[in-house]
């Protein structure tokens, strides 16, 4: 009998090919991006600071207080969008302009492509 495919296994698979290749560094980190069925999360990360291990440099997500509150009415497209531009803004205030995008694995459509339009268009070059 033949079992049913894990696509999370299979995405982490190819999240671990893609993060051979893309590394973070100070000068250009890594925007990350998590996508949950309810939530979005996404992280600028320098892997390159603490011997390697990465460092969380800015953070945003759906799951905080005041994100929360102001994307309840949105659709999940529109609320990664959000989260690309208060993650952009966020950077921009720490200096960080350019970054590497890591899209998690995932393909490249809806919600994490929203999360990229929203930080292209707060200001962030990748």
């Known amino acids: 009998m033949v079992g049913k495919i894990d696509k999370n296994q299979v995405r982490?698979?190819?999240?671990?090919?893609?993060?051979?290749?893309?590394?973070?560094?100070t000068e250009r980190p890594r925007l990350n991006v998590y996508r949950s069925l309810n939530h979005i999360y996404a992280?600028?990360?320098?892997?390159?600071?603490?011997?390697g291990v990465g460092?969380?440099?800015?953070?945003?997500?759906?799951?905080?207080?005041?994100i929360a509150a102001k994307v309840a009415e949105m659709t999940k497209t529109e609320a990664a969008?959000?989260?690309?531009?208060?993650?952009a803004e966020r950077a921009i205030e720490k200096g960080i302009?350019?970054?590497?995008f890591d899209r998690g694995g995932?393909?490249?459509?809806?919600?994490?492509?929203a999360i990229a339009d929203g930080a292209r268009e707060a200001g962030l070059k990748f």
């Open 81 to 87: 969008k959000e989260i690309g531009k208060i993650l």
């Open 43 to 51: 992280q600028i990360i320098d892997d390159s600071a603490n011997n």
């Open 106 to 113: 995932y393909l490249y459509t809806g919600r994490v492509a």
């Open 97 to 100: 302009d350019t970054v590497v």
């Open 55 to 66: 460092v969380t440099l800015v953070a945003a997500s759906t799951v905080e207080k005041e």
């Open 12 to 25: 982490k698979a190819r999240h671990d090919r893609i993060r051979f290749r893309i590394k973070g560094t």
